[in-house]
Structure formats: C-alpha cells, structure tokens
C-alpha cells in the first residue's frame, strides 16, 4: 500500500509557475514508478508526466513537454512536478500516482494503482 498527498496547487497568472510535491507513505517509494495526471471539467483525466523509479526515464505529454519537469528525491519519498510557463488550458486538479511497474516511465492510467486526493491549479489569463 502507497498513500498519496499532493500539495503546491493554487491560483496563478498565465505565464506563471507552480512546482506541486507529492508526498508517499507506506511500502518501498523506490520500486514505484510515478506519474501526474489532470482533469480539467467536463473532460477526461490524462497524462501529464511519468518518472521510472530510479529518475532516469521520464515521459511527458505533448502538451506540456518544454514546460513542465517531473522529478523525485527518493530519500523524502516525494515527486515533484515544476510548472513554468502555465497556461489558461493547464488549469485543472493534478493528480500524482504510483504504479509497480516501476522499471517505466508508465503513461497508461490503467497501470496506476495508487492515486493522491488531487491537488487543484487554476491558471487566469
């Protein structure tokens, strides 16, 4: 079991950065791939950025690659997502979590087992 709390939303000018944490309690942190996701109303949640266990693989979305940077510190047992350069689309509740298949920098929802409450970042124009 990996508990979740994603913290560092808030509101924000476009143009603007953010850097949200994501905080993980329980078993092995280490062995986990991590990722962020987001949904925005009215749509879908998807891909934001994924991290392999060991930082060395990372996987961005379109979207937002040149942007936005994953990254973790396995000794605090925490990921973070840097935000730099927002944009009115990017508002929406980021959501970080774990997948076993740690070895990835897992893009696929489905191979996520664990999720945080979510974390909400709105982004004025």
């Known amino acids: 079991q990996v508990q979740l709390v994603e913290s560092g939303g808030g509101l924000v000018q476009a143009g603007g950065s953010l850097r949200l944490s994501c905080a993980a309690s329980g078993r092995a942190f280490i062995s986990y791939a991590m990722g962020w996701f987001r949904q925005a109303p009215g749509k879908e949640r998807e891909f934001v950025a994924a991290?392999?266990?060991?930082?060395?693989?990372?996987s961005y979305a379109d979207s937002v690659k040149g942007r936005f940077t994953i990254s973790r510190d396995n000794a605090k047992n925490t990921v973070y997502l840097l935000m730099n350069s927002l944009k009115p689309d990017d508002t929406a509740v980021y959501y970080c979590a774990a997948s076993s298949y740690g070895m990835e920098a897992v893009t696929r929802e489905s191979e996520y087992a664990y999720w945080g409450q979510g974390t909400q970042v709105t982004v004025s124009s």
């Open positions: 991290i392999n266990y060991s930082g060395a693989i990372t």
